[in-house]
């Protein structure tokens, strides 16, 4: 490819992307309208954020994938890039859809929107995402879309975005549904924002006195935390976690996931754990500094006051394999009385069907389903108003996407509510 680079637009010197030949070409419409308008979509979006140059990116996570959210409208738009020849040009992944992608009879779905939902995915699949054979997921890294360290990216979903840049030090802004397909497209992202090095350093200090022992515990000190610090690169000191605790990347998943819904961090960084962390001058020098000694606000301010559940949801971000196995420990004689539905990856599950975990969990009364996310689906239509999980994610999504009740505690509390349920006095324990 030459190198040759041409404006995107007249500007004066210090405001103009340039691009090259090859990109030029692409923009000018040389290899069909699809990657043309691709190209508008990634040149536009990098001039509005001051990008001066694109880059490569290794790997694409695409949102907006749920029917439900995107309708006939966002359909048609999918159908019209695949039917104009679009094919991603790196490893692409898919969002969770509004149903189990096998299942969706068992869940109840119309037979009408399933069709829909359906049709959304094999758009995706004819551009070439998953190599034709999409697993729709909010945890790419757990599939095989696993970004290392330093690697360029552009993934949409705001807890994977999270869990990319801090956990695993890759680099991505949080893209937009259209903006992650056009980078899908072209291979393509701007060189903005959390792509460059001075935009990744730390801008709010947490010391955290807090007691965290689960998964829950982190879920709620990241909804504390994003409810203010909005945007903010969090640097978390006296975290209470090791390397070596067997929910490391669980626990971190569900601090992250939790500040990318309550506020928009898209990086965070753990003293002496996360990769980019053992830097001198992470910290900015105008940084603000906080001390959580308290997770109570954190789970209270994600509950509506109800008493009764008809359904406990786990999974969000999608469980992983530990956490199925954890599940399966906890349920082990228990008999539950309300629907308890466990979401994760296809090949998660897979695994888990494998090795026994997927069996003890039904036997329980529970069911896991794969592609689906309860906060995208018609969660209403299916019967359910009032809805308990471990998750603040999934709480606050559950209030305001799927416009349901929710209950946000530990994972004991969950269980005792699906044996029982009505929601537990007990405090948080698990």
């Known amino acids: ?23 030029q070409g692409w923009l000018a419409g040389e290899a ?111 599939i095989g879309n696993r970004p290392l360290p330093g690697a360029h990216i552009a993934w949409a979903e705001s807890s994977a975005v999270a869990f990319a840049n801090s956990v695993l030090g890759a680099r991505t802004n949080r893209e937009g549904g259209p903006g992650a397909i056009a980078a899908a497209l072209t291979g393509r992202t701007g060189a903005y924002g959390l792509h460059l090095e001075e935009h990744r350093r730390a801008t709010l200090r947490v010391k955290v006195d807090a007691v965290l022992d689960t998964i829950s515990d982190y879920s709620a000190l990241g909804a504390l935390i994003g409810r203010t610090a909005q945007k903010a690169v969090p640097l978390f000191v006296n975290l209470p976690l090791e390397a070596d605790d067997p929910l490391y990347e669980e626990k971190l998943k569900a601090l992250g996931a939790a500040m990318a819904a309550t506020g928009a961090v898209a990086l965070y960084h753990v003293a002496s754990l996360t990769p980019e962390a053992t830097s001198s001058d992470l910290l900015t020098a105008d940084c603000a500094c906080w001390c959580i000694d308290d997770l109570t606000e954190g789970y209270a301010m994600l509950s509506d006051d109800i008493e009764r559940i008809d359904l406990v949801w786990i999974g969000c971000p ?63 239509n299916l019967g359910f108003q009032a809805v308990a999980t471990p998750s603040a994610k999934g709480a606050y999504y559950l209030r305001n996407l799927a416009n349901v009740a929710a209950r946000f505690g530990t994972l004991d509390q969950c269980l005792a509510a699906a044996e029982t349920g009505h929601w537990p006095s007990m405090g948080r324990d698990a």
């Open 32 to 142: 069909g309208p699809a990657l043309r308008r691709a190209m508008e979509i990634v040149t536009a979006l990098g001039t509005i954020y001051g990008a001066r140059r694109l880059i490569p990116v290794e790997s694409v996570q695409i949102s907006g994938v749920s029917y439900r959210n995107i309708g006939d409208a966002g359909l048609d738009f999918l159908c019209r890039w695949a039917d104009e020849g679009a094919r991603v040009r790196v490893p692409t992944t898919l969002n969770p859809t509004a149903m189990d992608m096998v299942s969706w009879q068992t869940q109840g779905l119309d037979p009408d929107f399933a069709a829909k939902q359906r049709q959304v995915v094999a758009a995706f699949a004819r551009m070439g995402v998953g190599k034709g054979v999409p697993l729709p997921t909010c945890t790419p890294y757990l």
């Open 1 to 23: 490819m030459g190198m040759n680079t041409n404006k995107v637009r007249n500007a004066d010197e210090e405001d103009v992307m340039r691009l090259t030949a090859e990109e």
């Open 318 to 380: 999608h469980a992983s394999l530990v956490e199925l196995a954890q599940l399966t420990e906890r349920v082990a004689g228990r008999r539950l009385q309300v629907p308890m539905w466990i979401t994760c990856a296809r090949p998660i599950r897979d695994l888990a069907v494998d090795s026994g975990l997927v069996g003890k969990i039904e036997a329980a009364g529970g069911q896991v389903f794969a592609d689906a996310c309860m906060a995208i689906a018609p969660v209403r």
